[in-house]
């Protein structure tokens, strides 16, 4: 359990969104550089963090994902018009079979 200090602080959303991931045992943050979620991985390295830029918000997810396989708990941004790209992500690794007609 992490220790907590009993200073108060002042903190942005995303401040404390880096925060809380440290304290719940984030190991890795990635994501794709873009306001406003650029700022949680800045605090989230700031704080000790390890973050990681991706080329794009579907990179970053699969690097979140093989963190996750490799049983570590992974954190992943993104702006709100990234998870379009993201999206992506199911529809390039799952093929669908056709039977034959």
């Keep these: 359990m992490p220790q907590h200090n009993s200073e108060r602080r002042l903190a942005s959303g995303n401040e404390a969104v880096a925060q809380a991931a440290l304290d719940a045992g984030v ?3 990635t994501g794709y550089p873009g306001t406003p979620s650029t700022e949680i991985l800045e605090a989230f390295d700031s704080l000790g963090g390890r973050a990681q830029w991706a080329p794009n918000e579907k990179v970053a997810l699969e ?3 093989g963190a996750a396989f490799a049983g570590a708990r992974a954190l992943v941004t993104m702006k709100h018009v990234g998870l379009n790209v993201a999206a992506m992500w199911p529809r390039t690794r799952c093929s669908r ?3 034959p007609a």
């Design 27 to 29: 190991a890795l943050g």
């Design 97 to 99: 079979r056709r039977t």
């Design 63 to 65: 690097v979140g994902i």
